[in-house]
T-cell receptor, first 113, second 109 residues
Framework: IAGITQAPTSQILAAGRRMTLRCTQDMRHNAMYWYRQDLGLGLRLIHY???????GKGEVPDGYSVSRANTDDFPLTLASAVPSQTSVYFCASSDGLDTGELFFGEGSRLTVL | GQNIDQPTEMTATEGAIVQINCTYQTSGFNGLFWYQQHAGEAPTFLSY????GLEEKGRFSSFLSRSKGYSYLLLKELQMKDSASYLCAVRDGDYKLSFGAGTTVTVRA
């Protein structure tokens, strides 16, 4: 049972480079989310998607974009990475935006130099 | 924005009980969640409260008072494997889930 798969697990990136973090779920969940986790700040919502074809902004969306072309995939793109985007990124999904708990992927550790 | 407060750290002895408090101020309320996160791992779901009262699940219980904007997670019969960070999260009026910074619980032998 895969659940949610994130890739890459870890990446070091030069500032200014473009980066896409991949997220795939096989639970047929409607809602998907991207959070970043930083020490002392907890998990902060970047973007979310209620269903395929729709996306919304979370608490810290600047510098990030997402797309939801189908139910299973929800990639997060950093168009031009900056050092403040160094963080652990978690993708999550739930049955619906208003139902069910969130299931999290294993995380992607990104370091921007 | 949302405001979710919980203590930063707690230490307890194996076999004891620990209570982690969480207070929140959010725009609307559609449920409160507790997650457990071991170092270097993903958060995993522990409990969900949407109505006032106590929800019990094995050694873990969670309580909610919506009028007070207050919840607690009770961990009984502590085991070494319970050493982890515990995250309080609130689903707001727009159904987005916001997290507190987490409480690191250290269980000592």
């Amino acid at each position: 049972i895969a659940g949610i798969t994130q890739a890459p697990t870890s990446q070091i990136l030069a500032a200014g480079r473009r980066m896409t973090l991949r997220c795939t779920q096989d639970m047929r969940h409607n809602a998907m989310y991207w959070y970043r986790q930083d020490l002392g700040l907890g998990l902060r919502l970047i973007h979310y998607s209620n269903t395929a074809g729709t996306t919304g902004k979370g608490e810290v969306p600047d510098g990030y974009s997402v797309s939801r072309a189908n139910t299973d995939d929800f990639p997060l793109t950093l168009a031009s990475a900056v050092p403040s985007q160094t963080s652990v990124y978690f993708c999550a999904s739930s049955d619906g935006l208003d139902t069910g708990e969130l299931f999290f992927g294993e995380g992607s550790r990104l370091t921007v130099l | 924005g949302q405001n979710i407060d919980q203590p930063t750290e707690m230490t307890a002895t194996e076999g004891a009980i620990v209570q982690i408090n969480c207070t929140y101020q959010t725009s609307g309320f559609n449920g409160l969640f507790w997650y457990q996160q071991h170092a270097g791992e993903a958060p995993t779901f522990l409990s969900y409260n949407v109505l006032d009262g106590l929800e019990e699940k094995g050694r873990f219980s969670s309580f909610l008072s919506r009028s007070k904007g207050y919840s607690y997670l009770l961990l009984k019969e502590l085991q070494m494997k319970d050493s982890a960070s515990y995250l309080c999260a609130v689903r707001d009026g727009d159904y987005k889930l916001s997290f507190g910074a987490g409480t690191t619980v250290t269980v000592r032998a």
